[in-house]
């Protein structure tokens, strides 16, 4: 599976509660059709918003479902669950969507493992007087709840799209880490101090001159504030915008499992050496 990592397996401070963001965005299906077979994930729980293509899920529990342009999946591994997630394309052949890590605090960590299917219709939309737009798949924005619930990082979870030209000032609560995630369209973010933008692919920049604007495929985090202000470029922006408290507690992380020590790590290895590691029938 060919996927752009915006950010995952680093320093994880700075975007706590959650771990990794992918992109996945392809129109070549033999880069994506291998998907992602039966693997383990214990300690997360991961979050798939699909925008075009659908992706075909299983797991330990029984589940299986699919979810398609603007449906969503909210999965919560707790002390274990072993799924797989395997995507089909459009009939243009196109994949686009995402999948965002959020960590579990340690006392959610062995939690029994559930599973959320959200469709498209079922997420509420709303639309501000300057036609900027947003769907609200988690939390609450502008008064309106979003239909995913229970989540350990209590996120705000939205896609936002600020049409051409147009400034936005968007309310962030001071308690939670921000960012922003840009998938089409370009603008420029500002807030308290000097947005950072992440690239996740190569460009000819050095790392000490983040570029004045944060285009296709950029990641901007923000500093703790009450709000972030957004100006669209030229084609409009449409970005993920992503909040959450953070956890402020040790992560011990190997691959698809997080931990909050190397002990509980090595164990959770060994369950799965033992064929112990499902402890949720």
Known sequence: MHLRRAFGFGNTLDFDPFLLLDDFRNDVPEDYLAGFPWHPHRGIETITYVLAGTVEHGDSLGNRGAIASGDVQWMTAGSGIIHQEMPKGDP???MHGF???????ASLKMTSPRYQEVKSPDIPEVTDDDGTHVRIV???FWGTKGPVDGIAADPIY??????????KML???TTRHAFAYVFAGSGKFCNASDPLAVPTEPVS?????PPAEADNR????????DELMVYAGDD?????LVSGKPLEEPVAWYGPIVMNTQEQLRDAFRDLEKGTFLKSK
């Open 138 to 140: 988690c939390g609450t």
């Open 171 to 173: 309310p962030v609560e």
């Open 218 to 225: 950029s990641l901007v985090l923000f500093d703790r504030g």
């Open 158 to 167: 939205l896609d936002v799209s600020v049409p051409p030209g147009k400034r």
């Open 236 to 240: 409009g922006i449409r970005f993920l």
């Open 99 to 105: 999948q965002l890590w959020a960590n579990l605090p």
């Open 92 to 94: 243009a052949g196109r």
């Open 205 to 209: 920049w050095a790392d000490t001159h």
